[in-house]
């Protein structure tokens, strides 16, 4: 099933537990609906806060240092998050009764921004009352690849009249020590780290959480967290045991909190930009395939 929404191609999975909707562009997951309440938990992009809901990220995550990096010598430009967010070059590849599949081939435009043969592939499958969000990519070309990989969904928070904000908190599957790695004024990650919580599984919502940007949680031991509230319990869970990585963002004071697995993060202050050896970066031997999923399970 396809709606046109603001203009914008929106295709859309249901069964009896939920509905969701992806857009064309950007392959962007807009929409989780509960079924038997009309609940909607992703952000609806209100574009006086923050105009997206779920952008995919690829081949880089967050910003790179002057908007660039290098490449056997050779500057290229990209924009924070790559090239897939907002892309309206995404095609549809197969639709089932019960997902999406969206991809996109490397082209002679890609090609001057970022000099690999590669086709990125996202699916989205819909099973009682949880989404997999899986992605597949593979190196077309004669030379190894280097890439990063991650979501980027936003869950509203609150849901419900009578909550705030502050009833909600994130509840991890175990007690971590959780240090997040500040960001400069350029988007890039310093040394200087702040702790988040010491041996505790719960990060508790306020509104002057994000006040210094994302939390950024590099190799994290746990592989699961749910969103809560005080009030109405248990809202999602978020599974992302292919990931490495976690970040944890909103607009200060915004009414949405993003649950964010990475493979990779930013380019760190001290990064001398060459793409090979960039923080976190995935390196795809030719031919080969690499592969990565996250759920998301509504309670």
């Not at 006086?48 to 690829?58: D, Q």
């Amino acid at each position: 099933m396809e709606l046109e929404v603001n203009k914008l191609l929106v295709y859309r999975l249901q069964n009896e537990k939920l509905s969701i909707g992806v857009k064309l562009t950007g392959a962007e997951l807009c929409s989780i609906k509960k079924i038997k309440t009309g609940t909607e938990y992703i952000w609806q992009a209100n574009p006086e806060i923050w105009s997206s809901h779920a952008p995919n990220l690829f081949p880089i995550i967050g910003a790179l240092k002057n908007g660039e990096f290098l490449f056997n010598n050779k500057a290229y430009q990209l924009p924070k998050h790559g090239i897939i967010r907002n892309n309206s070059n995404i095609q549809l590849k197969e639709q089932n009764p019960d997902s999406l599949i969206f991809n996109l081939k490397y082209s002679k435009e890609t090609l001057k921004s970022y000099p690999f043969k590669f086709n990125f592939e996202i699916k989205f499958q819909l099973k009682e009352k949880t989404l997999t969000v899986s992605h597949k990519i593979t190196n077309l070309d004669e030379k190894s690849m280097y890439f990063s990989v991650g979501g980027h969904p936003a869950f509203n928070a609150p849901l419900y009249e009578g909550e705030s904000y502050e009833d909600y908190y994130l509840e991890f599957d175990r007690n971590l020590d959780l240090n997040t790695y500040l960001l400069n004024e350029e988007g890039l990650i310093s040394s200087k780290t702040r702790t988040v919580i010491r041996n505790d599984n719960k990060i508790e919502l306020h509104r002057n959480l994000f006040d210094t940007d994302a939390l950024i949680f590099k190799n994290i031991e746990s592989k699961k967290v749910a969103l809560k509230s005080k009030k109405s319990g248990r809202v999602l869970t978020v599974e992302y045991s292919d990931f490495k990585d976690l970040g944890i963002w909103a607009k200060p004071a915004a009414p949405y909190v993003c649950i964010e697995p990475w493979f990779g993060y930013a380019d760190v202050e001290g990064t001398t930009q060459d793409l090979k050896t960039k923080e976190g970066i995935i390196e795809l031997m030719p031919s080969e395939t690499f592969d990565a999923s996250y759920t998301i399970t509504i309670a």
